[in-house]
């Protein structure tokens, strides 16, 4: 099959577009038939072995962490799925991902695909879909009627999370540049603050209850977040190599995300996708065999929105 590996880590250039094995599923596994992955900025820290002490890949390693396609075959023991089924799923970040013909999962990883949209188009759910859901409901235990800042809203979990905030009934600010403030208004944002013009404790006058902080930002604005929060409220952190602020003598708890793979979560991001509550964004589709070109794109900070990655017809 074809797929898409680096043999060292390095810049962009270390991706290869190549013949390898296809892969066999073991007991509890399947055998997906990719009908797309997505890009995501963890890929490229990957590759570039920035994250090898949280997560180590064995080389060579096949990127890819979102999936979307069809069952092939099963391994042994493997129950409620079935060959032909169409899933999605967030694949284990320290295996083999999906920017192949064909990759292995585990079958508890996996969720029905969406019905109501073109199945490449799925792989933009995963991580970035557990991501929000999981920095808002899980850590930040977001109600009706609260207030939320989401900090970096122009990117793919951005996108999601301000949905979900909305659809949960929050009043949601908005962080986000020139290029991405319609998409965020779009979203359902009720106010919009660009952040290449205003200073957050300019734009926010009254505390809100919850700051999720998406966005790469330098150490000392990421502090002063939690200067925005009411006493008693959170700071949820996405960028975990910077810790999340915190403000003990207020009770503002800042909290880090790991996100993690959850089937049954996913399950409900695809329900509200399916029920038309929740709008995937896909900015464009581009081959496998470009892969390196996009992670070349991605690292001059040129991408904006998801890109969905379509590997040739297996």
């Known amino acids: 099959m074809k797929a898409v590996r680096f ?24 055998l997906i038939r990719v009908a797309a992955t997505s890009f995501n900025p963890v890929d490229g820290n990957i ?3 920035l994250m090898q002490g949280p997560i180590p890949v064995t080389l060579p390693h096949t990127p890819g962490i979102d999936v979307a396609g069809t069952v092939e075959s099963l391994g042994a023991g493997v129950n409620g799925v079935r060959a032909g089924d169409q899933v999605v799923g967030f694949l284990p970040m320290t295996e083999d991902g999906a920017a192949a013909q064909y990759v292995v999962a585990p079958a508890e990883i996996l969720a029905p695909a969406p019905r109501s949209i073109p199945l490449p188009d799925a792989a933009a759910l995963p991580l970035v879909g557990l991501t929000a859901w999981q920095a808002l409901f899980d850590h930040a235990k977001l109600t009706s ?25 929050a009043q949601v600010i908005a962080t986000a540049g020139p290029r991405s403030s319609d998409r965020v208004k779009a979203a359902g944002a009720d106010e919009i603050v660009d952040h290449t013009t205003t200073r957050l404790s300019a734009a926010v006058t009254e505390p809100v209850d ?20 009411r006493p008693g409220g959170v700071v949820v952190n996405t960028t ?8 003990e003598k207020r009770g503002v708890n800042g909290i880090d995300v790991y996100v993690r793979s959850d089937a049954e979560q996913l399950a409900h991001l695809v329900a509200l996708i399916d029920s038309g509550e929740l709008r995937v964004d896909v900015a464009q589709h581009v081959q496998l065999r470009e892969l390196p070109a996009l992670h070349a794109r991605a690292a001059t900070g040129a991408l904006s929105g998801k890109s969905i990655v379509v590997p040739p017809a297996a």
């Open 7 to 30: 043999h060292e880590h390095g810049d962009p250039d270390v991706l290869r577009y190549e013949d390898v094995e296809q892969p066999v599923p073991g007991a509890g596994r399947v």
């Open 145 to 169: 009627g609260q207030r939320v800042l989401i900090n970096g809203a122009g990117g793919a979990v951005g996108g999601y999370a301000v949905q979900l905030a909305k659809s949960a009934g």
């Open 240 to 247: 975990v190599w910077m810790p999340a602020p915190s403000d």
């Open 210 to 229: 919850v700051v999720l902080n998406l966005a790469p930002v330098e150490p000392a604005k990421l502090a002063a977040l939690a200067e925005l929060v």
């Open 47 to 49: 590759r570039a072995g």
